[in-house]
């Protein structure tokens, strides 16, 4: 059964760089699917950030494009998410999470990490 | 983007009974292949969301059979044929046709 686990800093400083890895188990991310981050928090719900695909395209919310960069790091089964410029509007919940496409669906979903934006 | 509006937004539901719940959409789901690709989920609490149905009446592996999901085009339905203690949590319609993909703003069911 696949597995995500999230992980990373649970506090970061204004202006500076959100990173969170996901670590995938028991299945290979260069594999046939999607990967995805979607946040959520209390005054904005889910958001849905990026998806990609291991050696292919990559899709951007326009709400963050222009502050995400996503890597993958084969070797160990991982991939990450960096988020510029962070405010405290940026702190939520981050999941990350399987996207199967078609039929279009997020599934498994990582149980989540608490980022919080303060100095 | 689309917009998801689920009503109502708080389900106060008594054990065995059913309940329903509205997803609407500002745009059509509906793909040309005949397919409209809205996807449910439940958050239980403490946990993240797990998905239910998917291209609006499919469920999910182990989703078991009470939930049904029906719909086409911008109005769709969550039903449950009669409400478990394990039912409680927070539902969410999203769009899966277009990124970017969007979540309606949650139905909390919670047992009376």
């Known amino acids: 059964q696949v597995h995500l686990q999230e992980s990373g800093p649970g506090l970061v400083k204004p202006s500076e760089t959100l990173s969170l890895t996901c670590t995938v188990s028991?299945?290979?991310?260069?594999?046939?699917?999607?990967w995805a981050w979607i946040r959520q928090s209390p005054e904005k719900g889910l958001e849905w950030i990026v998806s990609?695909?291991?050696?292919?395209?990559?899709y951007y919310s326009p709400s963050f494009k222009s502050r995400v960069t996503i890597s993958v790091d084969t070797s160990k089964n991982q991939f990450s998410l960096n988020l510029s410029s962070v405010t405290a509007a940026d702190t939520a919940i981050y999941y990350c999470?399987?996207?199967?496409?078609?039929?279009?669906?997020?599934?498994?979903w990582g149980q989540g990490t608490l980022v919080t934006v303060s100095s | 983007d689309i917009v998801m509006t689920q009503s109502p937004l708080s389900l106060p539901v008594t054990p065995g009974e059913p309940a329903s719940i509205s997803c609407r959409s500002s745009q059509s789901l509906l793909h040309s292949n005949g397919y409209s690709y809205l996807d449910w989920y439940l958050q239980k609490p403490g946990q993240s969301p797990q998905l239910l149905i998917y291209?609006?009446?499919t469920r999910a592996s182990g989703v078991p059979d009470r939930f049904s999901g029906s719909g086409s085009g911008t109005e769709f339905t969550l039903k449950i044929s009669s409400v478990e203690a394990e039912d409680v949590g927070v539902y969410y319609c999203m769009e899966a046709l277009r990124t970017p993909y969007t979540f309606g703003q949650g139905t909390k069911l919670e047992i009376k």
């Open positions: 999470v399987r996207w199967r496409q078609p039929p279009n669906y997020f599934d498994p």
């Open positions: 291209l609006g009446s």
């Open positions: 990609f695909y291991h050696g292919g395209n990559t």
């Open positions: 028991n299945y290979s991310i260069t594999n046939t699917y999607y």
